[in-house]
């Protein structure tokens, strides 16, 4: 009798050996120690020994269940630390593994003159507004003082979508939209945005380009606050020591007109004035359209020509590379 129950033991210590999951480990435990397992079933055998045996016998019984439990016992917990180390060598981190290699994007050159020009304007107490890329002719050149038949018209070749819209030839409708908006108070503000004409296309024109407009509008503005404020928006971009000229110009909707001229120095050592803008005083009839008085109130405007400003900045000799997205032109302008 006890060698068939050391023989259980021993069976039961060689099956559980090779066992790598719990569920074959309780599978070995329910042939074993379960209800109608090979050691339960030998248990009533007690019943039929002589008095004097049971006690051996519950002995043998005993210590093959202890012993079967706790062989059990350690196969289960080896087999629940191989599932831990497993699933941490899954889960670990390797730190020295290089990281992800992100591309850092770049700003384009004429969003960075954009930002400066906002940077300088709010500075100076402006503020920043915004008008259609679709414009009704009634703002881009009615209220401009620019006639259905002015001559100054044909500066503007443009792009009509119906009868009385078409995409704007620059941004100095914002102009009158803001003194309408405005109801007779006083107007600080800049307008940049994106303008068409029909230009052809080559290294120094474009259908699309950007401007940037300027409009004040109060009591006694004088011609020396817009030469003020022009002088120092050109030493904001380009240097302190930066000089500008007034040439007297013709805009229908400025009287006085003038364009604006930035000093440059070429590499030879040269001095050379770039022109950069038309500025002036608010014409008296663009002031009456736009609801003011022109006896009590007047004021200065100016349209600046972003790519200008850009290529001066940046050195780009072709306007068509603002716009080709040519990421090696692009990813120059990182950092900035
Ligand atoms: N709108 C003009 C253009 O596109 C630029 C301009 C000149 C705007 C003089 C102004 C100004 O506000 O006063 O050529």
Same mark, same amino acid.
């Given at each position: ?18 066992t790598n999951s719990?569920?074959?480990?309780e599978?070995i435990?329910v042939?074993?120690?379960?209800k ?17 045996e049971?006690p ?14 706790s ?8 087999v629940? &630390?191989k599932?831990?180390?497993? +699933? ?5 981190? @390797?730190?020295t593994?290089?990281?992800? #290699? =992100?591309?850092q994007?770049?700003i ?11 940077d ?28 259905k038949?002015h ?15 078409l995409?704007?030839?620059h941004?100095?409708?914002?102009q ?5 908006q405005?109801?007779?108070n006083?107007? &600080?503000?800049?307008?940049?945005? +994106? ?5 052809? @296309? ?5 259908? #699309? =380009? ?9 009591e ?8 003020a ?6 030493r ?19 009287e ?7 000093m440059?120095?070429k ?7 770039i ?9 008296p ?8 008085n ?17 290529i001066?900045k ?5 306007i068509?590379?603002?716009?080709t ?12």
């Amino acid at each position: 009798m006890k060698e068939k129950i050391e023989a259980l033991v021993s069976q039961l210590e060689a099956e559980i050996k090779d066992t790598n999951s719990l569920d074959q480990i309780e599978a070995i435990r329910v042939k074993y120690l379960g209800k109608s397992g090979e050691l339960t079933q030998m248990m009533p055998l007690i019943k039929t020994l002589p008095n004097e045996e049971k006690p051996t016998f519950g002995k043998w019984i005993n210590d093959a269940k202890v012993a079967m439990e706790s062989m059990i016992t350690n196969a289960k917990n080896e087999v629940l &630390a191989k599932e831990l180390d497993f +699933k941490l060598a899954k889960e670990s981190i @390797d730190v020295t593994l290089p990281g992800y #290699q =992100f591309k850092q994007a770049s700003i384009h050159p004429l969003s960075l003159v954009i930002e400066d020009l906002e940077d300088y304007f709010i500075g100076q107490g402006f503020n920043v507004a915004e008008g259609p890329e679709l414009e009704q002719d009634l703002y881009n050149f009615e209220m401009m003082n620019l006639a259905k038949g002015h001559p100054a018209r044909e500066m503007h070749d443009s792009f009509y979508v119906t009868e009385t819209e078409l995409m704007r030839t620059h941004t100095s409708p914002v102009q009158a939209r803001f003194m309408l908006q405005a109801a007779g108070n006083p107007i &600080a503000i800049i307008s940049p945005g +994106k303008t068409y004409r029909r230009d052809p @296309d080559d290294a120094t024109h474009s259908h #699309q =380009f950007m401007q940037c407009e300027g409009l004040v509008v109060g009591e006694n503005i004088s011609f020396a606050n817009l030469k003020a404020v022009l002088l120092g928006m050109a030493r904001h971009l380009f240097g302190e020591a930066r000089e500008i000229r007034l040439r007297p110009s013709y805009f229908p909707f400025t009287e006085p007109s003038v364009e604006v001229d930035v000093m440059f120095t070429k590499k030879d050592g040269s001095k050379r004035w770039i022109e950069v803008l038309g500025a002036g005083m608010v014409h008296p009839n663009v002031l009456k359209m736009g609801g003011y008085n022109p006896e009590v109130m007047n004021g200065f405007a100016f349209g600046i020509g972003v790519e200008r400003i850009a290529i001066l900045k940046y050195g780009i000799d072709d306007i068509r590379n603002f716009y080709t997205n040519d990421r090696r032109f692009l990813n120059q302008f990182k950092g900035e």
